[in-house]
């Protein structure tokens, strides 16, 4: 394996011990770091890793070391080896309220996909014209999890979980005018959400919305006892 003890200490034992691999968290790293990590990795191609908040600069690096990984610009997001795997357990459904919610909704997308679940996306649906997120009410019925995704005044999510039984994933974004204070309304409406089964990640946090959507929605482990099989 690559050197890279000087800034990284990788957790490939993870995948077994909780059953989802480590994701490399790029932001505040260097393209070179990202680079050594990427080295590392290579080595292991039965372990899927993604590497989130990734600018221009870290996609290059880590494409020099893996140029077939995959590649979302837009979710800032890589994931090598770059095939999805076969999806298993429930279904993931990912709304985005608005255009500009996009990039998380993705990464929350692609997160759960390359943890092995099915994923559809919904885009656009804010509560500015509710008729368009009843359009979709058929879908979102079938998810075993939903993650919804939005900024301004965050107030879909909650709307969402009144109209489904599945527990609902809110991720507020950073999106909005000033008085959303980058994030932290949408936040604090999801926080106080009178809709019950609704769940907040951080600011922002695609991955993680798209990570715990993934463990709800797991097909049952063989050695599980009764009651710690999901439904369905």
């Known amino acids: 394996m690559t050197d890279i003890s000087a800034y990284a200490d990788l957790d490939l034992d993870r995948t077994r011990r909780r059953g989802y691999p480590e994701a490399v968290y790029c932001a505040g790293k260097t393209p070179g770091q990202v680079a050594g990590i990427a080295a590392a990795v290579r080595e292991h191609p039965d372990v899927v890793t993604l590497?989130?908040?990734?600018?221009?600069?870290?996609?290059?690096?880590?494409?020099?070391?893996?140029?077939?990984?995959?590649h979302d610009p837009s979710a800032a997001l890589l994931a090598w080896p770059p095939a999805v795997p076969s999806a298993q357990g429930g279904r993931v459904v990912?709304?985005?309220?608005?255009?500009?919610?996009l990039p998380v909704a993705r990464?929350?997308?692609?997160t759960a996909r390359y943890l092995g679940r099915r994923a559809e996306l919904v885009v656009d649906v804010g509560v500015a014209g509710l008729?368009?997120?009843?359009?979709?009410?058929?879908l979102l019925r079938q998810a075993r999890a939903v993650v919804v995704v939005a900024g301004m005044d965050?107030?879909?999510?909650?709307?969402v979980a009144g109209l489904i039984s599945a527990p609902v994933i809110a991720v507020p974004t950073s999106v909005g005018y000033g008085a959303a204070f980058e994030g932290l309304a949408a936040l604090l409406t999801m926080l106080n959400a009178c809709a019950p089964g609704v769940a907040v990640v951080n600011i922002d946090n695609g991955?993680?919305?798209?990570?715990?959507?993934?463990?709800?929605?797991a097909p049952p482990r063989p050695d599980a006892t009764p009651h710690q099989r999901p439904p369905g």
Not at 107 to 110: C, N, P
Not at 207 to 217: D, K, P, R, T, V
């Open 51 to 70: 590497f989130t908040r990734a600018t221009a600069e870290h996609a290059e690096a880590v494409r020099a070391v893996l140029p077939d990984a995959f």
């Open 207 to 217: 991955y993680g919305g798209g990570h715990l959507a993934a463990q709800i929605a």
């Open 154 to 159: 965050g107030a879909l999510p909650g709307v």
């Open 107 to 110: 990464e929350a997308l692609l």
């Open 131 to 138: 008729h368009r997120v009843l359009s979709h009410l058929d």
């Open 94 to 101: 990912v709304v985005a309220a608005g255009t500009s919610d």
